[in-house]
């Protein structure tokens, strides 16, 4: 069963730091391209950051340099570090494994709250 957990998500004040992660199991992420998405109340899911099984990353235009997806093939962990936090940040992340059209994983989201 493969499963992706997402954890690090939580209260934070504008131009703070959030550390995202995401354990992946069931699968060997090395083999997958992976990314992290978002979904705020209201709005449909757009994609945050993805890095390619080959290492290369791109990132929403929204990120401005703000937000570093990194991945530990070996411990099959996804990061996201999160820097100047804005109020428009909030949302539900989400990891999600992509291997193709029909093998593609999410987990159950993180909830960033970016609040003063």
């Known amino acids: 069963q493969v499963q992706l957990v997402e954890t690090g998500g939580g209260l934070v004040q504008p131009g703070g730091s959030l550390s995202l992660s995401c354990a992946v199991s069931?699968?060997?992420?090395?083999?997958?391209?992976m990314g992290w998405y978002r979904q705020a109340p209201g709005k449909q899911r757009e994609l945050v950051a993805r890095?390619?099984?080959?290492?290369?990353?791109n990132y929403a235009d929204f990120v401005e340099g703000r937000f570093t997806i990194s991945r530990d093939n070996a411990k099959n962990m996804v990061y996201l570090q999160m820097n100047s936090l804005r109020l428009e940040d909030t949302a539900v992340y989400y990891c999600n494994s992509d291997g193709g059209p029909f093998d593609s994983y999410w987990g159950k989201g993180t909830l960033v709250t970016v609040s003063s």
């Open positions: 890095m390619r099984r080959g290492g290369s990353a």
């Open positions: 069931g699968i060997m992420i090395r083999f997958y391209d």
